[in-house]
């Protein structure tokens, strides 16, 4: 019986001393979260400048049809994917990476396809808008890499002793990066 009480008050005195870690993980669980909102939120961002930008080249007189459609279809798509905080495994971060890829894909095609308009390239409103896409193109980055960051500092902590044990306890599990797409280590080649 005195062995029994030993290990309970060692146990009290452990746990009071280091407080299991569950505000810890509570907190980086948190931090975890707001990262993914700023990630959503610069997606967003994206999503709502294509409209004005579609608008904007659909103004250029014989612009390709089929060019447009692929941005609205490709917009559609990805606002369609939505990700839940909890739910950010691997697969699923694939599968909004996947969404968001074509997207960024269907605005590469149409940028491109807008040099054989030297109107529309003059037109200030749609340099501007350019210049906002290529702006939050970048911010999009910085989210990642900063939600990239939170995940680890998560996952690190979830995963180190003692904390896994009152992890697996309290439901605290691994959360998934994003990953560079298949093929990004290799450098493009550039022909003229």
């Given at each position: 019986m005195k062995k029994i009480f030993f290990y309970l008050i060692g146990f009290i005195?452990?746990?009071s001393q280091s407080s299991c870690g569950y505000n810890t993980m509570v907190q980086k669980d948190e931090t975890v979260e707001t990262a993914w909102a700023n990630v959503q939120n610069a997606y967003q961002r994206r999503a709502?400048?294509?409209?004005n930008l579609v608008n904007t080249v659909k103004g250029a007189a014989n612009f390709e049809r089929e060019t447009l459609e692929s941005v609205i279809n490709a917009r559609a798509k990805a606002t369609s994917v939505q990700l839940n905080a909890d739910d950010l495994t691997p697969e699923n971060l694939q599968r909004f990476q996947a969404a968001q890829n074509e997207l960024g894909g269907a605005l590469s095609r149409l940028l491109v396809t807008v040099e054989k308009y030297p109107d529309l390239k003059a037109n200030q409103n749609f340099?501007?808008?350019q210049a906002q896409l290529e702006g939050t193109e970048n911010r999009i980055s910085?989210?990642?890499r900063k939600f990239n960051e939170a995940v680890q500092d998560y996952n690190t902590t979830v995963r180190s002793f003692p904390n896994n044990l009152m992890a697996g306890i309290f439901?605290?599990?691994r959360k998934g990066h994003f990953q560079a797409d298949p093929g990004a280590q290799q450098a493009p080649t550039v022909q003229f």
């Open positions: 005195v452990l746990a709502d400048l294509i409209p340099l501007e808008l910085v989210e990642r439901g605290f599990e």
